[in-house]
Every structure is written in structure tokens, then in C-alpha cells.
């Protein structure tokens, strides 16, 4: 493999055999001092000269510089390898008895000649078309006329001799000389090259995007089997959690009932032994025959009308029945509860940013850089005076509203007693009560502080609807499902609590809107499940429900 390799590095690339006196030319390339000859003879008539490896070019003839190194490598290696591999490839056509491989092939002669019988054939034939080795000479020639094809024919797109040129079937055509027209096709080609290597990138790109799609896709759905998985886990753990909870219950239940059922058992056991004394008395009274005796007999307790005696004991009079549908009251609700949970914390996932619109925002307000917390301040910033500002209240609105999907944004609030926090249209008042959120028709939201410092409630155009309960967390969830027209408050505790829903006819853009008084409200995130097309939309009045 060694000795194979070697021989094709002392490969003259002219005769394809190994070198013979090997010469070097400046730019470094070797050859046959014969080889190299024949063809600077040749390209003579030019004017000037190349190298026939790089097309190196020389204005004069080239020196010749025996490579000595090159020679002895030769040598050696023929020295060692006496028996030569059989010639390969196209051999001259009149080196019949000791095959030489061919340096060009004439197109008119149709024979391949080498570098010794070429030099005869250009001093005999000088006007002869000479071409690179080839032995498809045949082809080069026009089947009719056995002429060179010289031309190309534009309008039958055929390669044509001078005599078809002439012929009937191309008289009065268009023909260009074949080279001429062979650029011309290299440029069409190149441009369609241009354009699919354009093409192909263009598909690498989206290739790429689309991997990325599927890594992501895969991410995703990793991230949401875990989610789901750890949703059943908390199912199962809440639902058992509420199956102990109520069979404590009915034991609860079942051990009072048990302890004051036979307390009365008891009390009738003793009345009825007491009744059994006074049939027996009562008997044997009826059955003496001395009436002096039964006459003398006192009305005492044993002959009391027991009609007249007080009643009987309760005796409880219950059934469990209306326990039962407690029961099946109470886990309805908290199951309908913790599906409602599990609507929030796993149906809208994954928040992206909301920002707050400074144009809008109140000059008691300090925006962070951030665009993402509103400060109540005591010092007014001193912002121009506009119709988008909010003028009498401390509020802001965000700079994104929206008009489809499904969406959800947290809050912070931090030591503040009177806030708000909801969405409203922008087509809302900038002063004036009207402007107060939860004030009018175009906003709703919640509140605490508007009662008393600890009253929550939720409030839609002047409506304030108290709250039943308390909340201990300083987070706060706000849920919109735009085209479900419902809009939902929920304390981030552990597990998530729904406060209230507003059901509404949406028919503008909805934006996130604060208020804060003495504190500040952080916006922890807001999210896109999915967008909708936009439509036609209803009234502009909204409505509300729990």
C-alpha cells in the first residue's frame, strides 16, 4: 500500500507515468523535461506560456530546472519496484507495440497522440483542433457531415458544424461558437446555483428554527408531564386528605350520636321497669276478691292514668338523612374548589412580562425602571399634564391590553392598606370619580382598604361586594380568559384560594390597572396561553357574577 502510494506521487500529471529526467517549473510544479516540452511548444504561438497544474503564467519560456531530489527518488524507487503496474487510462494511438499514455487527442484525426507523435502531428497539422485526452473523439464530431462541432444553435438549442450552420435545417438561425455559448449557459447555471445554494440555506435556517421548535416542543412537554404528575400527586394527596377528613367526621358524628342514643335507651330501660312494677301491682290488685282491700288501696304513683304523666323521653328521632346530604354538600363544594385550582395553577402557565405605561401614571406614582412596580410617593413628579394621565387617583395602566386568549399577571403588595388591582378599558375617565377604578362600567376590580383596613372587596361600576373571608397572603392572582368573558382574583396561598369571578360581555382591549395608597405594588409576571383572532365584539357594558 506504501510502495502504491509513493508511486502515484512521481506520477507525471502529462503522461500519467513516473517521472522521466523531471524538471521544475517556478511555481513549483514537476514534469517530464520531454512532457513539459511538448506542451510549452504547443501554447508558443500565444504569446505566452502556463503551467499546466496551476495555469501559472509566463511571458517568456520558462526555465527548466532539474530536480535532482526528484531524480534520485525516481531511482530508487525503480530500483526496488522493477515490475510496473500496467498503464491505465488513454494511450496514444500509435504506440501499438509498447503502450505510452496520450498527452491530447485530435479532434479531426480522431486519435490520442503522445508527447513524442504529438510534436510530429503539430509540425504536419498545425490547423488541427487538439483537446485533452479523450475517447469519445466521435462525439466531438457532427454525425452528418463528420465536421468538428463548432457552433451552437440558439433556436434548436443543438451543437451544430459549419456545414449544418449552412444546411436547410439551420439556415438563417442564430449560432454562436460553442465556447461563447458555453459561458453564456455557465452564467445561467451559476445564477441558478446562486439561487439554490440561497434556497438551501434558507432551508438549513428553517431546519434549524424548526429543531429548535421540536427541542423546545420536547422541553415543554417534559415540563408538563412533571407538572401533570405532580397535579395528580396533589390530587390524590388532597382527595385522600379530604376522604379522612370526612370519615372523621361521620366517626365524630357516629360517636355522638352513638353516646346520646344510649343515654336515652337507658332512661327508657328504667322507665320500663318501673312501668313492668306497676302492671304487676295493678294486676294483682284486680285479681283479690276482697273489695275492702282494693278499695283501700291509695291512688299513689302505680295507679296514675299514665296519660297524664309527663312525657316520654326523646328518643332522638334521627335518621342521618339530613347528615348525609351534608356530607355530599361539602364534598361537592370542595371538590368543585379544587378543580376550580387546578384550572389556575395548571391551565395558563408559563408568564411573559406586562409593563406599565408611564403616560398614564399618576404624579403621586413613582414607575421603577423596570416599568414593572408602582411607589405611592409624597413628592409629585411633576409629569406634563395629559389625556391619557390619570389626574385625581394614584393609578396606572399597563401598556399592553388584550383583546383574546387567555392570561394571567401576579401582584405584590407591599405595606400598603388601601390598593386595587384589576383591568379596565382605555377608554376609562383620567379624572373625576369616574376615573376611580371599580367605579365605573369600563373596569373591575379588587380592593381592600375601601371599608375599613381590613375589608376586602371586589368592586364593578359603584358596586362594592365584601368579601366573606380574609386574606393572609400579600399576593394576589388576576386571571382573564377574554373570549369565556370571565375575569377571576385568586390569593396565592398554599393551595391557591379563588377569591371571586366577574363574568362580562368584553368588547375593547383590556389592560392591567393598579391603585396604591402609601406602599407599592409589584407586577410579578403576566401570561399567554393562546391567541384568538380578532372579532366582533359586544356591548361596551360590563357585567359581573361570583
Known amino acids: ?93 500509435y504506440c501499438v507495440d509498447s503502450p505510452v499514455p496520450a498527452a491530447k487527442s485530435c479532434l479531426m484525426c480522431e486519435v490520442s497522440l503522445c508527447v513524442k ?39 434548436d438549442n443543438a451543437c451544430i458544424c459549419v456545414s449544418c450552420s449552412l444546411a436547410r435545417e439551420h439556415r438563417g438561425h442564430r449560432v454562436e461558437l460553442l465556447d461563447k455559448a458555453s459561458e453564456k449557459k455557465k452564467k445561467k447555471l451559476r445564477k441558478v446555483l446562486h439561487k439554490l445554494i440561497t434556497k438551501r440555506k434558507k432551508n438549513e435556517e428553517k431546519v434549524k428554527t424548526l429543531e429548535e421548535r421540536k427541542r423546545k416542543a420536547q422541553e415543554k412537554a417534559s415540563g408538563d408531564a412533571e407538572r401533570v404528575t405532580a397535579l395528580f400527586v396533589d390530587i390524590r394527596r388532597r382527595v385522600d386528605d379530604l376522604e379522612t377528613r370526612v370519615k372523621s367526621d361521620i366517626s365524630r358524628w357516629e360517636e355522638q350520636e352513638s353516646l346520646s342514643l344510649s343515654d336515652v335507651i337507658q332512661k327508657l330501660e328504667i322507665k320500663k321497669e318501673e312501668l313492668t312494677r306497676k302492671m304487676r301491682h295493678i294486676e294483682e290488685l284486680c285479681n283479690m276478691t276482697d273489695p275492702l282491700t282494693v278499695l283501700r288501696e291509695s291512688d299513689s304513683g302505680d295507679l296514675c292514668d299514665p296519660e297524664e304523666e309527663e312525657g316520654d323521653e326523646d328518643t332522638g328521632g334521627h335518621d342521618g338523612g339530613d347528615r348525609g346530604a351534608e ?43 423596570d416599568l414593572k412596580t408602582a411607589t405611592w410617593t409624597e413628592i409629585t413628579q411633576n409629569r406634563p399634564e395629559t389625556a391619557e394621565r390619570f389626574q385625581d387617583y394614584y393609578q396606572v395602566m399597563s401598556k399592553k391590553g388584550f383583546i383574546s386568549g387567555r392570561h394571567y399577571w401576579d401582584v405584590e403588595i407591599s405595606r400598603s392598606e388601601w390598593w386595587s388591582v384589576g383591568m379596565c378599558y382605555p377608554s376609562i375617565d383620567r379624572r373625576g370619580r369616574q376615573s376611580y377604578i371599580g367605579d365605573n362600567n369600563k373596569s373591575l376590580c379588587l380592593h381592600k382598604g375601601r371599608v375599613n383596613n381590613n375589608q376586602y372587596s371586589v368592586m364593578h361600576d359603584s358596586k362594592v361586594i365584601p368579601l366573606p373571608h380574609q386574606i393572609s397572603s400579600d399576593r394576589v392572582r388576576i386571571c382573564l380568559d377574554y373570549e369565556a368573558g370571565q375575569l377571576s382574583f385568586y390569593e396565592l396561598c398554599d393551595p391557591i384560594r379563588h377569591l371571586y369571578t366577574f363574568t362580562a360581555a368584553f368588547s375593547e382591549p383590556l389592560h392591567a390597572v393598579l391603585c396604591v395608597l402609601n406602599g407599592s405594588i409589584k407586577i410579578s409576571g403576566a401570561a399567554v396561553r393562546k391567541h384568538h383572532p380578532s372579532r366582533n365584539l359586544p356591548s361596551d357594558r360590563l357585567h359581573h357574577g361570583d
Open 117 to 155: 507523435h504529438l510534436k510530429v502531428h503539430i509540425e504536419t497539422s498545425a490547423d488541427h483542433v487538439l483537446t485533452e485526452p479523450s475517447t469519445s473523439l466521435k462525439n466531438r464530431k457532427c454525425s452528418i457531415h463528420r465536421k468538428i462541432l463548432e457552433y451552437y444553435c440558439i433556436e
Open 327 to 369: 356530607l355530599i354538600s361539602h364534598i361537592s363544594h370542595t371538590l368543585s374548589a379544587m378543580i376550580r385550582d387546578i384550572n389556575v395553577t395548571f391551565s395558563v402557565q408559563d408568564p411573559a412580562d406586562i409593563l406599565l405605561d408611564v403616560k398614564t401614571t399618576a404624579n403621586n406614582l413613582f414607575i421603577s425602571d
Open 1 to 93: 500500500m506504501a510502495s502504491a502510494g509513493l508511486r502515484k506521487e512521481l506520477l507525471c500529471s502529462i503522461c500519467m507515468d513516473i517521472y522521466t529526467d523531471p524538471v521544475t517549473l517556478r511555481c513549483g510544479h514537476n514534469f517530464c523535461r520531454v512532457c513539459i516540452d511538448g506542451v510549452l511548444d504547443t501554447e508558443g504561438g500565444y504569446g505566452e506560456y502556463s503551467c499546466p497544474e496551476c495555469r501559472t503564467t509566463f511571458h517568456k519560456w520558462p526555465p527548466l530546472q532539474k530536480n535532482i531530489t526528484l531524480c534520485n527518488v525516481v531511482e530508487n524507487f525503480q530500483s526496488t519496484h522493477p515490475h510496473q503496474e500496467e498503464i491505465t487510462g488513454i494511450c496514444c494511438s
